[in-house]
């Protein structure tokens, strides 16, 4: 069982640039697919990016071009560096974790989650 823990939101203003983090605790999330969601108050869940666990790369048309998804060589901690901040950006940012055989963008999919890590951009 991968145990999920995020790290980095914060306030920041509209144009700055952050990273949030996920450690996966006790074990690796090899054979994983991962991915980050957010959610802003009174929305539903949303996928913003998500690493297959062959290393493929998904982005909600959202995000692309501002937010980079990335994990470490020991397949321990996965980031997502945004860039270009918005106010619209503001949600808690969720990790998640998934072994199913193909990737999904659909959170009812993900068996793991982390207790998720508030983003504030302030204009």
């Known amino acids: 069982q991968v145990q999920l823990v995020e790290s980095g939101g914060g306030l920041v203003l509209a144009g700055d640039s952050l990273r949030v983090s996920c450690a996966a605790s006790?074990?690796?999330?090899?054979?994983?697919?991962m991915a980050w969601f957010r959610q802003a108050p009174g929305k539903e869940r949303e996928f913003v990016a998500g690493?297959?666990?062959?290393?493929?790369?998904y982005y909600a048309d959202s995000v692309k071009g501002r937010f980079t998804i990335s994990r470490d060589g020991a397949r321990i901690t996965v980031y997502l560096q945004m860039n270009s901040l918005k106010p619209e950006d503001t949600a808690v940012y969720y990790c998640?974790?998934?072994?199913?055989?193909?990737?999904?963008?659909?959170?009812?999919?993900?068996?793991?989650w982390g207790q998720g890590t508030q983003v504030t951009v302030s204009s």
């Open positions: 690493i297959g666990w062959l290393g493929s790369l």
């Open positions: 998640a974790a998934d072994r199913r055989q193909s990737f999904s963008t659909r959170a009812n999919t993900y068996d793991y």
């Open positions: 006790g074990r690796s999330f090899s054979g994983y697919h």
